[in-house]
């Protein structure tokens, strides 16, 4: 059986001024390098363990059916952690991911939460799912983590730079200091046949978290389902804690709220909603107002009577927007379903909810015919 080699963290500066953390992981054909880039004071956070590398090896093993090991320590009890996660995504994709074992020194035990029990950061996109856990996090977070080469691509600097200062207001209206990395992670994780929603996305962002434990106690993932339409998910309440470890506590938010519910509690507030992006599109950091997402955002506020009050969607809604608009999936189905019951039940904008009713009829019949 394969065995993916997790090599020692390495930190050297970039020719664009940021530091490049990365860790080279054998066993493969040709050596495979896992990197993130961040700004030159988070350099101290990052830290000497094979803890940010391990998330992202883990789901490589768990589709490729090879085991893990890692040449540097691991925290406590991030080896179990690593088998439970692969475990539970065995069970969910049974074709596609198997357990994996892991074997690794283990770290001493340390606990910065105990030493800096208010230090916390954010996965932060500046959607629905991350600005609701902004506005409702017990504890603000010290920290917003925004990733390019996630959500944004890295392949234009342009755009990149646009979400930076749009996230930067948001985190000055918020009191808390935007961390912004780069890394080639979800690339790697697509290159080798591993789905982004369904596999990956909530293991690799805790990775992020991992990589900057030296700072952090609480690192928070905003939940994508609540808990009326939880799936299998690779974001989930059962998961993303279990990334948990003596260096870092990860926490699943939001599971609690809806779609809507999120909108809803966003649309009150305009620090939130005067700087929401929900777009599918990548090439700008503007709303399209074209898209699936953006025209079931614009309907559930048209529906909470807030479309008015923000000016970040560029079109006027009307109902021919929906007229080309199909969904495949059924999660994205069932929000579009629950923006069309809002719609019932406020009894604003008829016209929207009868468009509403006929991208759900098209989708359910794509839908269906798709299912084996």
């Given at each position: 059986m394969t065995t993916l080699v997790i090599g020692p963290t390495t930190?050297?500066?970039t020719d664009d001024g940021r530091v490049r953390a990365s860790s080279v992981i054998a066993g493969l054909d040709e050596p495979l390098e896992l990197w993130v880039d961040?700004?030159?004071?988070?350099?101290?956070?990052?830290?000497?363990?094979?803890?940010?590398?391990?998330?992202?090896?883990?789901?490589l093993a768990s589709r490729l059916g090879a085991t893990v090991r890692a040449e540097s320590p691991v925290t406590a009890p991030l080896v179990r952690s690593a088998r439970g996660v692969t475990q539970l995504l065995s069970e969910w994709f049974p074709a596609e991911m198997s357990r994996v074992d892991v074997s690794a020194t283990t770290a001493g035990r340390v606990a910065p939460w105990r030493r800096h029990p208010g230090s916390s950061a954010m996965c932060f996109t500046g959607g629905v799912d991350s600005f609701y856990s902004l506005l409702r996090a017990q504890d603000s977070p010290d920290y917003l983590v925004n990733v390019s080469g996630l959500d944004v691509t890295s392949r234009w600097p342009e755009i990149e730079k646009a979400t930076r200062l749009r996230l930067l207001r948001v985190a000055t209206d918020f009191d808390a200091r935007l961390v912004t990395l780069r890394s080639n992670v979800r690339t790697v994780m697509?290159?080798?046949?591993?789905?982004?929603?369904?596999?990956?996305?909530?293991?690799?962002?805790?990775?992020?978290g991992h990589l900057l434990s030296g700072?952090?106690?609480?690192?928070?993932?905003?939940?994508?389902?609540?808990?009326?339409?939880?799936?299998?998910?690779?974001?989930h309440p059962r998961l993303d804690p279990q990334w948990s470890s003596d260096a870092l506590?990860?926490?699943h938010h939001g599971f609690e709220a809806s779609r809507v519910d999120k909108t809803a509690a966003i649309a009150r507030d305009p620090r939130a909603v005067d700087s929401l992006r929900v777009c599918l599109r990548h090439n700008s950091d503007e709303n399209c107002g074209e898209c699936s997402k953006c025209l079931r955002t614009m309907a559930t506020l048209a529906f909470l009577g807030e479309l008015d009050s923000t000016n970040r969607f560029p079109t006027d809604l009307t109902p021919s927007l929906f007229e080309p608009i199909t969904v495949s999936k059924q999660q994205d189905l069932n929000h579009l379903i629950a923006a069309r019951d809002l719609g019932l039940r406020t009894q604003r904008r008829p016209d929207i909810v009868e468009a509403l009713d006929g991208v759900i009829a098209r989708s359910e019949a794509q839908i269906h015919a798709a299912s084996p």
């Amino acid at each position: 059986m394969t065995t993916l080699v997790i090599g020692p963290t390495t930190l050297r500066d970039t020719d664009d001024g940021r530091v490049r953390a990365s860790s080279v992981i054998a066993g493969l054909d040709e050596p495979l390098e896992l990197w993130v880039d961040l700004h030159p004071s988070l350099r101290d956070a990052v830290p000497d363990r094979a803890d940010p590398w391990l998330p992202a090896t883990a789901l490589l093993a768990s589709r490729l059916g090879a085991t893990v090991r890692a040449e540097s320590p691991v925290t406590a009890p991030l080896v179990r952690s690593a088998r439970g996660v692969t475990q539970l995504l065995s069970e969910w994709f049974p074709a596609e991911m198997s357990r994996v074992d892991v074997s690794a020194t283990t770290a001493g035990r340390v606990a910065p939460w105990r030493r800096h029990p208010g230090s916390s950061a954010m996965c932060f996109t500046g959607g629905v799912d991350s600005f609701y856990s902004l506005l409702r996090a017990q504890d603000s977070p010290d920290y917003l983590v925004n990733v390019s080469g996630l959500d944004v691509t890295s392949r234009w600097p342009e755009i990149e730079k646009a979400t930076r200062l749009r996230l930067l207001r948001v985190a000055t209206d918020f009191d808390a200091r935007l961390v912004t990395l780069r890394s080639n992670v979800r690339t790697v994780m697509l290159d080798h046949g591993l789905r982004w929603g369904d596999h990956a996305h909530g293991s690799v962002l805790a990775g992020f978290g991992h990589l900057l434990s030296g700072r952090l106690g609480t690192f928070m993932i905003p939940a994508t389902h609540s808990k009326a339409s939880v799936q299998p998910w690779g974001s989930h309440p059962r998961l993303d804690p279990q990334w948990s470890s003596d260096a870092l506590r990860v926490v699943h938010h939001g599971f609690e709220a809806s779609r809507v519910d999120k909108t809803a509690a966003i649309a009150r507030d305009p620090r939130a909603v005067d700087s929401l992006r929900v777009c599918l599109r990548h090439n700008s950091d503007e709303n399209c107002g074209e898209c699936s997402k953006c025209l079931r955002t614009m309907a559930t506020l048209a529906f909470l009577g807030e479309l008015d009050s923000t000016n970040r969607f560029p079109t006027d809604l009307t109902p021919s927007l929906f007229e080309p608009i199909t969904v495949s999936k059924q999660q994205d189905l069932n929000h579009l379903i629950a923006a069309r019951d809002l719609g019932l039940r406020t009894q604003r904008r008829p016209d929207i909810v009868e468009a509403l009713d006929g991208v759900i009829a098209r989708s359910e019949a794509q839908i269906h015919a798709a299912s084996p």
